[in-house]
């Protein structure tokens, strides 16, 4: 007994420790990234890097895009678009857009105002970028015309053009026009009246700082994933570290005739979507201190014209698997995505019928409940007769006490004869295990569980139960199941078992308080369970 009480310590202690840890990360300021490379040319420059040539198919490249970021100077001429679900702000220079808000998701410390994605300098440097290549045609440094100050979707308008017009340094006309459609997180990106053979580029550029002042890190070694991203239908899923840009590591697919290219953070996301079936050329780099550029070149139509569709919006799994393939995966289940991915999706098929996710989340608990109950059943057996063998087992104790290795002998002993597996117990707990952690995952990593309500004073699930109350009863149903449980023979160890609720309670008052809902749920029906079969050993060995 004294072993399965030392693994059951060890593992929960660990796993804990380790959430305890991520948790605690998770809101530390991340450092700030060190340069490595040399620092570029300053902004505004013409300076350019080559670029990698596009398949043979469509030609080299006749010049690069310009490697300085062209970060939005105060001051610049803006225009300001308002539809159902964005307020967006597109600057003069560079035709960018450099503020996106989301207007059906509030934002993290202040829940009165919409989230921000793209930010021109307020808490990071995020915009979406987009020029043509080649001999005198405008790009993101160049400052484009706007049409009007303030455009509005209106009522029962379908969708929203913003047009802009610029000259490049040849003379060259080219037209940028936003398309936003009614009840869409995707923007149409058109060029129009550009050279033959010459290619556009679509960049995200970015600061490496985690969203919301938070921190990547989560638990166990893994990330909450924060930077750019490709996905080719060959190499499928590669997300690039930030460091790995600076020090010349980064790889990814870099040519293709399919696939995106995304920057992703906690949450949301945003991705550039080329047609299918068009030649592309991915590429990431360091533009500024701390600055990146992320983006695809394609080759512009016969006809002067290039189209762009970009994705700005949350990670909602269910719809960015439908607008490209592999779009999905940018949400970080981290290294447990086997299991969390379908825990996610049974927990999104019984939200569809209960409407709320915490409600959603005790129907989950109750089906793994089910799922697992002949392993419980085992456990709660094995823990019932190890209970009933107690007094025998302190009686080992007292009479060969003093000889470690007779006394464990005749435990063995008496465990042979009464049929009884000392370590019975530790199998649930070991399969539950995972489960917790990945279910950690899911409620962290969903933009679903942002914000989700589920009755009374707990208006978010993702983050901790503000007044503690569910930790409390988590702490109570634990410490009743400990009552429940065979007495270790060994007082010390006794009083450590009991003193355990008291330690797991302060880690889970600062748990995401679906997944302490989870763990109470879980405990409750344990406790059931446990009393039933307890119940009946006991009375069966009175017989």
Known sequence: ?????????????????????????????????????????????????????????????????????????????????????????????????????????????????????????????????????????????????????????????????????????????????????????????????????????????????PAGGQSNSMMMGVVTFTGPAVYTDAEKFQKVEFADILKNKAKFAQKADNGWLAMVQHYFVAAWLPAAGTAREFYMRKVGEDLFSAGVIVPVAADGKSTMSLYAGPQEQDKLEKIAPGLDLVVDYGWLTVIAAPLFWVLAAIHKLVGNWGWAIIGLTMLLKLMFFPLSAASYKSMAKMRVLTPKLVKLKETYGDDKQRLNQEMMALYKKEKVNPLGGCLPVLVQIPVFIALYWVLLGTVEMRNAPWLGWISDLSVKDPFYVLPLIMGATMFIQTKLNPTPPDPIQAKVMLFMPIVFTGMFLFFPAGLVLYWTVNNILSIAQQWQITRLVEAGEKK
Do not use: C
Request: hydrophobic share 40%; charged share 20%.
């Open 1 to 209: 007994m004294d072993n399965r009480r030392l693994i059951l310590l060890l593992v929960f202690s660990f796993s804990l420790i380790m959430l305890w840890d991520g948790w605690q990360r998770q809101n530390q300021p991340k450092p700030a990234l060190v340069a490595t490379a040399t620092a570029p040319a300053a902004a505004g420059s013409a300076g350019v890097v080559p670029t990698p040539t596009l398949p043979p198919a469509t030609g080299a490249l006749p010049t690069a895009v310009p490697a300085t970021a062209a970060v939005v100077a105060p001051g610049a001429a803006t225009a300001k678009i308002r539809t159902d679900l964005y307020v967006a702000h597109i600057s003069a220079q560079g035709g960018d857009i450099t503020r996106l808000e989301l207007v059906g998701h509030p934002e993290t410390e202040d829940k009165s105002r919409n989230f921000v994605l793209f930010d021109s300098g307020e808490k990071h440097i995020y915009l979406a970028q987009s020029g043509v290549i080649g001999d005198g045609l405008p790009n993101h440094k160049t400052e484009w015309r706007l049409a009007a100050s303030e455009h509005v979707l209106k009522e029962g308008e379908k969708q929203l053009e913003v047009r802009l017009e610029a000259v490049g340094p040849g003379g060259g006309k080219v037209v940028k026009t936003y398309v936003f459609q009614r009840g869409s997180y995707q923007i149409e990106v058109r060029h129009e009246g550009v050279t033959p053979g010459a290619h556009a580029y679509y960049q995200i550029t970015r600061d490496g700082k």
